[in-house]
């Protein structure tokens, strides 16, 4: 007897499932470096269906009928058409990842359906069996091993679909992946030698899968693209993360765990489905061992047990036929026959009539000759058996009947014992298969003749499908079926009923009978669902084990960094006094070292900034108010206008505001040569201003050295300066400083100052106080040339009002002019008698100068009767303001008239001019102008002689009363004529 088995090579299915693990941990390795970025999601979803797809292949490779092959048929069914557009979808997030965002990612959409639609096809094929995708694996056909996809893909959408994803969608990716490299010049160069890398490893594949898939090994073709495409696209993801430098979000702590998770819980996983598939075929060996040694033993109990009870029908028939025996003789040896063999149920002998001779249960004799194992023995069969039931007690019994032979060898009665076949079903409840196990024999006719774990009226029924699997499994053990189990002595088979596995072990007797062992898989193979319950029990316990002490050992080692960062953080708030702690000896010990020499240098650094921002404040104070002094003394200088209040009143202002002992203004004299002390601030400075003190320019002194310079000077120590004068009226002086005023440049004085203290002026101060004195010299320089400006404005105020005067003089000449108004109009009266009017006891008489920018032009006389009240303030008011405008209105009609006085002058001498410039000869030209001379001028004769002057004969043209100087006469001598005179006796011109 052969135990058949399937074996296969390991080779494929293991080296699918290490690159699915290879796969599987790449993707999540990817996936948890930057799950923010889209290129790493759509790469990381590559890796996975990838990982999915090799350990498919895997498993087919694996399998070893249509019923194992089912389910990795679905997977390949459903990830190998969706590879394709998912790398095109990864290869335009590695290199164009704003087309899969904003208002036109949508475009992008029917490619997402592309690796959505082989699931739904696969699903709705397995479900509805509508045969559009997935066909299914023919089991009749297939024997085992890896498969082409075309083999289970054969709907009426399979063509259309597999062009679309191993040819379009290939062209289109490996185009883009070349237009990338070729024209997207805006791309880094590492992007772009990215780009030509992947554009190769796609139109390989693409070679592959279309030109060579059918000559190579379809799992092999399979794994080799799936494992390019896994590194390629692998390492352009992580390379173009480093190169980029994406920022990766979320805790330090947890982003370790999750790599040190997607490392070794996918390893921990792959690990442990290898050692429960390697436990599994061990177990499942072990168990088809085991139902073939419970097999073997209880075929040979059954043979023993038949074998026991031939043996007493043989000792029974070997008795009779040594010599006659009478009844007790007989009586005896049957009751040691019962004795020695229990399971004995009858003992009968029979004559050749088929009478019964004896029995054992002393009960009537019966004829037996009709029987069919009569006849047989009768005729010389040396054994026939035969099942049967009690018709009494419906006992199942097994018959042995026998001829009795003589010495002489001739049949001289039958021998029959029947034996109990209840005491073969307590032997076959003998076994180490469990309570679930069920065994029956089976005779020459395949009826059960002895069975366990099965109602008794079951028994001496045929063997069928129901007995064997009462869930109705869809085989069934029929005599021919139990012959064929005995031609091959045993077979394991799996017998499925209602998607309850089965085992069933046959063995074929030396009798011919059939022991027939059925045991449900879950019992037979107890082991190993224990032993996988425990291996995933232990892989779950080692996971969290693992994850707790990565949990663990990471935080113990972030601790110190987080501490760290704490202080970190606490010291950038402004708290110096922050120190990091040192607990560990390592890398982050020497970094928290280094840390706290920064911050202790940085704690010296903040202490000596904040000294030196104590100092720079207080010089930033002092500027401060020295320029706001400056800006005082600007502010002060557009109010005074008064030289001498305005000198003095600085110099008391920095005296007072910088608390110095003396503070004192020089100005130049006309001459250049002396220096006048004109503003002090000092009670010595005081005394010098009353005896008019003055330093020499150039010689003596500070202050004649800058006055003679133009230079600022500054003497920290007066006693060391070669240049100081030793004032007595100043003789606690330690320090000066001397500042030039310049004006326009030139020097126009000095700005001194004076301390007590030694050193008590700095660079700074004296930059500042520069500007004061500045300020000061541009304000002494405005307030004289606003001095001058007022006397030249009040010069030309004089002159105006002179030209004034003259013009109305000449336009009055000693004329007066009056005019009166009443009621009854405006009359044109006598000067005189106006007055005259005006005195008159019988009015209230108010008279106002009519005055024009201080020049008298006349006067408003008004009068009213003496019983109207007086004049108002408020009618005075209105009668000055009612003048003002008269004035200037009367002004304003006489500049009108002047002004068009000269344009009419204006206007005939351009006349005259355009007159005498139409003609080009002289004479012309000369009687044109003496006539316009006549005319213009208005006089009764006008002469032009030209070359008075001249020895030869001068040219004269007149004209006069319409008449001109020549009469005619070609050759007539012309004396000069004198132009007439004017009408009223006017002086000839």
């Known amino acids: 007897m052969e135990v058949i088995q399937f074996e296969f090579s390991p080779i494929i299915p293991y080296g699918a499932w290490a690159l699915a693990l290879v796969e599987l941990i790449l993707g999540l390795y990817i996936l948890v470096l930057n799950a923010w970025h889209t290129a790493n999601r759509h790469t990381s979803l590559l890796l996975l269906l990838v990982s999915i797809n090799s350990f498919a292949i895997g498993w087919m490779s694996g399998a070893t009928g249509s019923v194992n092959a089912q389910i990795p048929a679905l997977i390949l069914a459903t990830t190998t058409t969706a590879v394709e557009p998912m790398l095109l979808m990864s290869a335009i997030a590695l290199f164009q990842p704003a087309w899969l965002s904003g208002k036109k990612k949508w475009i992008w959409t029917p490619i997402y359906g592309l690796i959505l639609l082989p699931l739904a096809l696969t699903l709705t094929d397995y479900f509805f069996l509508t045969g559009m995708w997935y066909t299914g694996i023919e089991s009749t056909a297939y024997a085992g091993g890896g498969l082409r996809l075309a083999e289970f893909t054969q709907g009426w959408l399979s063509s259309y679909l597999k062009l679309i994803s191993f040819q379009v969608l290939n062209v289109a990716t490996a185009s883009l992946l070349l237009a990338f490299a070729i024209f997207n010049r805006k791309a880094a160069r590492h992007d772009q030698k990215l780009a030509w890398l992947l554009f190769f490893i796609t139109s390989l594949a693409a070679y592959i899968q279309v030109y060579q898939a059918k000559s190579l090994d379809p799992a092999a073709t399979s794994l080799l693209t799936n494992a390019v495409f896994a590194i390629a696209y692998g390492f352009a993801c992580y390379t173009q993360m480093v190169s980029e430098r994406r920022v990766q979000r979320g805790s330090l702590k947890v982003r370790l765990t999750a790599l040190i998770l997607t490392v070794s819980v996918p390893l921990i996983i792959f690990t442990n489905l290898f050692v429960i598939n390697r436990a599994e075929i061990t177990l499942r060996r072990y168990a088809a061992q085991q139902l073939h040694d419970n097999s073997q033993f209880l075929s040979a109990q059954v043979e023993a047990w038949h074998d026991r009870q031939a043996r007493a029908l043989h000792t029974l028939i070997s008795q009779l036929g040594q010599a006659p025996m009478n009844a007790n003789q007989r009586f005896r040896l049957v009751d040691i026959l019962s004795a020695t063999y229990p399971d004995l149920h009858l003992i009968s002998i029979l004559d050749l009539e088929g009478n019964s001779i004896y029995r054992s249960d002393g009960a009537p004799a019966l004829n037996y000759s009709q029987r069919a194992w009569f006849q047989r023995a009768k005729s010389g069969a040396p054994l026939i058996t035969e099942t049967y039931l009690d018709g009494v007690s419906y006992e199942p019994l097994l018959l042995f009947s026998a001829p009795i032979r003589d010495n002489a060898g001739e049949i001289v009665g039958v021998g029959m014992i029947t034996a109990s076949l209840r005491s073969l079903d307590d032997l076959l409840q003998v076994h180490s298969l469990g309570k ?46 139990h012959q064929a189990l005995g031609a091959r002595g045993i077979k394991i088979a799996r017998l ?26 879950r019992a037979l193979l107890a082991n190993i669902n224990l032993f996988r319950g425990a291996a995933w029990l232990a892989a779950l316990i080692g996971t969290l084990i693992l994850l707790t002490l990565s949990w663990l050992t990471i935080r113990q080692t972030i601790q110190p960094i987080a501490t760290l960062t704490r202080t970190a953080t606490s010291i950038a708030s402004g708290d110096l006094s922050q120190v990091a702690i040192v607990d560990t000896e390592d890398e982050i010990g020497i970094l928290a070292r280094a840390f706290n020499s920064m911050t202790s240098q ?103 050295y800058v006055a003679g310079t133009g230079k600022p000077r500054l003497a920290h120590n007066v006693g060391e300066d070669a240049v100081f004068f030793n004032n007595p009226d100043l003789p606690q002086t330690r320090s000066e400083l001397a500042l030039p005023l310049k004006a326009r440049g030139q020097v126009i004085g000095v700005l001194d100052v004076q301390s007590t203290k030694p050193s008590a002026f700095t660079e700074e101060d004296m930059t500042t106080l520069q500007i004061l004195a500045d300020q000061v010299a541009l304000a002494i320089d405005n307030t004289r040339l606003l001095s001058e400006m007022e006397l030249t404005l009040q010069e030309l105020r004089n002159l105006y009002e002179l030209q004034v005067g003259q013009a109305w003089q000449k336009r009055l000449g000693d004329r007066k002019i009056a005019f009166q108004y009443d009621r009854f109009g405006a009359q044109q009266i006598n000067p005189d008698h106006s007055i005259q009017k005006a005195d008159s006891e019988n009015f209230n008489t108010l008279r106002l100068p009519l005055v024009f920018r201080g020049l008298s032009l006349g006067s408003v006389t008004l009068t009213k009767d003496k019983s109207a009240p007086p004049w108002s303030p408020e009618e005075m008011a209105l009668l000055h303001n009612m003048l003002a405008q008269l004035s200037l209105a009367l002004e304003n009609a006489r500049l009108l008239e002047e002004t068009q006085r000269r344009a009419e002058r204006e206007r005939q ?58 009469d005619g006469g070609e050759d007539q001598e012309q004396t000069p004529i004198e132009l007439g005179t004017r009408a009223q006796g006017e002086e000839a011109t």
């Not at 069920?438 to 395949?446: F, I, K, M, S």
């Not at 072990?505 to 011919?512: A, K, P, Q």
């Not at 000869?921 to 006089?939: F, N, S």
């Open 602 to 704: 940085l704690r010296e650094l903040v202490a000596t900034l904040e000294r030196r921002v104590a100092e720079r404040t207080r010089d930033l104070e002092r500027r401060a108010l020295q320029l706001q002094v400056a800006a005082e003394v600007s502010r002060e200088t557009a109010t005074i206008h008064d030289l001498e209040q305005l000198l003095d009143h600085t110099v008391r202002l920095i005296s007072a505001r910088f608390n110095y002992y003396h503070a004192g203004i020089f100005l130049i004299d006309k001459t250049g040569k002396n220096a006048v002390l004109r503003a002090a601030s000092s009670e010595g400075g005081q005394r010098m201003l009353a005896r008019h003190h003055t330093l020499e320019v150039g010689k003596v002194g500070i202050v004649g």
């Open 436 to 481: 679930q196990a069920r065994v029956l024999v089976a005779d020459e006719q395949g009826r059960i003749i002895a069975l366990s774990n099965v109602s008794q009226n079951q028994r001496l029924s045929p063997v069928n499908a129901e007995l064997i699997n009462p869930l109705n499994a869809p085989s069934a053990l029929t005599p021919e079926t």
């Open 496 to 521: 499925y009923a209602a998607r309850v596995p089965w085992h069933l072990s046959g063995t074929t007797l030396s009798n011919g009978w059939t022991l027939l062992i059925q045991v449900p898989e």
């Open 909 to 966: 001498i351009k006349d005259f001019s355009a007159r005498i410039r139409a003609s080009t000869d002289p004479e012309v030209i000369l009687r044109t102008a003496a006539a316009e001379l006549l005319q213009i001028m208005g006089v009764e004769q006008a002469q032009i002689l030209i070359n008075p002057n001249q020895s030869d004969k001068p040219t004269s043209i007149q004209a006069g009363n319409g008449r001109h100087a020549d």
